[in-house]
Nanobody, 121 residues
Framework: QVQLVESGGGLVQPGGSLRLSCAAS????????MGWYRQAPGKESELVAQ???????NYADSVKGRFTISRDNAKNTVYLQMNSLKPEDTAVYYC???????????????WGQGTLVTVSS
């Protein structure tokens, strides 16, 4: 079994910064892409940022230039540095990873439990 545990959410004023972390644990053979999604109240979930195992990244247009995704493969951890936060960034942020597990190399798509980010004065 694989778990993704997120941390780093909270309340921040507009213009402020937060750093989210997501650590994967379990019978992990390898991790492909890792990413962050978010869901604001009354809205559909959207991809915020994604990073491949080789370090290639892509971002939602709404966060380009403000958010940076990175990963530490040795720690099976992905990070999301969020700067210049805006009220419209308020949402529950979910970590996602494509994980290869077990001796048979089974592929699983795993989600974290979510962490709330609130941007408000």
């Amino acid at each position: 079994q694989v778990q993704l545990v997120e941390s780093g959410g909270g309340l921040v004023q507009p213009g402020g910064s937060l750093r989210l972390s997501c650590a994967a644990s379990g019978s992990i053979v390898g991790i492909n892409a890792m990413g962050w999604y978010r869901q604001a109240p009354g809205k559909e979930s959207e991809l915020v940022a994604q990073i491949t195992s080789g370090g290639n990244t892509n971002y939602a247009d709404s966060v380009k230039g403000r958010f940076t995704i990175s990963r530490d493969n040795a720690k099976n951890t992905v990070y999301l540095q969020m700067n210049s936060l805006k009220p419209e960034d308020t949402a529950v942020y979910y970590c996602n990873a494509g994980v290869v597990v077990g001796v048979l190399g089974r592929y699983l798509e795993v989600w974290g439990q979510g962490t709330l980010v609130t941007v408000s004065s």
